[in-house]
């Protein structure tokens, strides 16, 4: 009896090394952690946030969770505002300091 089993965990030992032997090799790719390409955004306080950029949050119906601010030569004074949505998704919205929305 012992002699069966330990011809079973052999047998089934090789059909596990040969199936996953079938499998390709999955490559590993580093991880690049991705930073802003213009500026480093700094925190600051919700209520530091421009009139505008607050007024076009709020036509969007967005709770806003944080905000910070970054300086770009280009654009001047760059907003990134973590908000709830309705249906209570967090997401970054970029805008400048005139409430225009950014693509990022």
């Not at 925190?43 to 910070?68: H, Q, R, T, W, Y």
């Amino acid at each position: 009896m012992k002699k069966v089993l330990v011809a079973l965990v052999i047998v089934m030992g090789l059909v596990f090394s040969v199936a996953k032997a079938d499998e390709p090799l999955k490559k590993k790719s580093p991880k690049v952690e991705q930073r802003d390409s213009r500026e480093d955004f700094t925190p600051i306080e919700v209520n530091n946030l421009p009139e505008a950029v607050i007024d076009e949050l709020s036509c969007e119906g967005a709770l806003i969770k944080e905000a910070f601010i970054a300086y770009s030569r280009s654009e001047g004074k760059l907003y990134k505002v973590i908000i709830l949505s309705s249906d209570f998704h967090e997401q970054a919205v970029f805008l400048n300091e005139r409430g225009n929305i950014l693509n990022r």
